[in-house]
């Protein structure tokens, strides 16, 4: 499966944005989903996870309440709608897919990876 993520800018603190990541090809839903983010100096780390049908997901302890993770297997796509962005969640954001049957948070058991897309958080 190939990935792309869009949908990062530049917004305010408190603000709101809705990342999407679409995928090619027919069987976008035999793969569980994630998002992950890595800012400068930092090493990456998931956001959110999502499984095959979307009826588990999971969150970093830091976005939950202010993140949620969805997907459309129909149009396949995954989104993240993320909500009273800090400046903390600056970072370069990627989707990655995964055939585990789990709901992984491990970058190691995602074998495909989106290009990133910037989100940038302005005190």
């Known amino acids: 499966v190939q990935l792309q993520a869009s949908g990062g800018g530049l917004v305010q603190t408190g603000g709101s944005l809705r990342l999407s990541c679409a995928a090619s090809?027919?069987?976008?839903?035999?793969?569980?989903m994630g998002w992950f983010r890595q800012a400068p100096g930092k090493e990456r780390e998931v956001v959110a996870a999502?499984?095959?049908?979307?009826?588990?997901?999971y969150y970093a302890d830091s976005v939950k309440g202010r993140f949620t993770i969805s997907r459309d297997n129909a149009k396949n796509t995954m989104y993240l709608q993320m909500n009273s962005l800090k400046p903390e969640d600056t970072a370069v954001y990627t989707c990655?897919?995964?055939?585990?049957?789990?709901?992984?948070?491990?970058?190691?058991?995602?074998?495909?990876w989106g290009q990133g897309t910037q989100v940038t958080v302005s005190s």
């Open positions: 090809g027919r069987t976008f839903s035999t793969y569980g």
């Open positions: 990655a897919g995964t055939t585990s049957l789990i709901t992984s948070r491990a970058a190691s058991d995602y074998a495909y």
């Open positions: 999502i499984s095959r049908t979307g009826g588990i997901t």
